[in-house]
């Protein structure tokens, strides 16, 4: 299987900055791609970044200027620097990755735990 582990959530202050991070481990032959999703009570989760393998960045509009998603293939991680925090990023925030475990399975998503992100007005 694939793990992956969320770190950096916290509480802030609107207009300050947090940086996500999250680690991919176990059986994984190939990532494809790595993201960000969050999710508040009573709606759906939410595309927030992704990044391919080849560096190819998409951003939700909502976030576009202030938060860049990041990674570093040869530890199979990616980050996310939040900035510019507003109170309605409040909400979960979920690592995803993309990922074949074998050279002959297909591609499937593997979701974290995820963090949690306060900002306060």
């Known amino acids: 299987q694939v793990q992956l582990v969320e770190s950096g959530g916290g509480l802030v202050q609107a207009g300050g900055s947090l940086r996500l991070s999250c680690a991919a481990s176990g059986r994984i032959f190939r990532i494809n791609a790595m993201g960000w999703y969050r999710q508040v009570p009573g709606k759906q989760r939410e595309l927030v970044a992704t990044?391919?393998?080849?560096?190819?960045?998409n951003y939700a509009d909502s976030v576009k200027g202030r938060f860049t998603a990041s990674s570093d293939s040869a530890k199979n991680m990616v980050y996310l620097q939040m900035n510019s925090l507003k109170p309605e990023d409040t909400a979960v925030y979920y690592c995803?990755?993309?990922?074949?475990?074998?050279?002959?399975?297909?591609?499937?998503?593997?979701w974290g735990q995820g963090t949690q992100v306060t900002v306060s007005s």
């Open positions: 990044i391919t393998s080849g560096g190819r960045t």
């Open positions: 995803n990755a993309n990922a074949n475990r074998a050279i002959y399975y297909s591609p499937a998503d593997y």
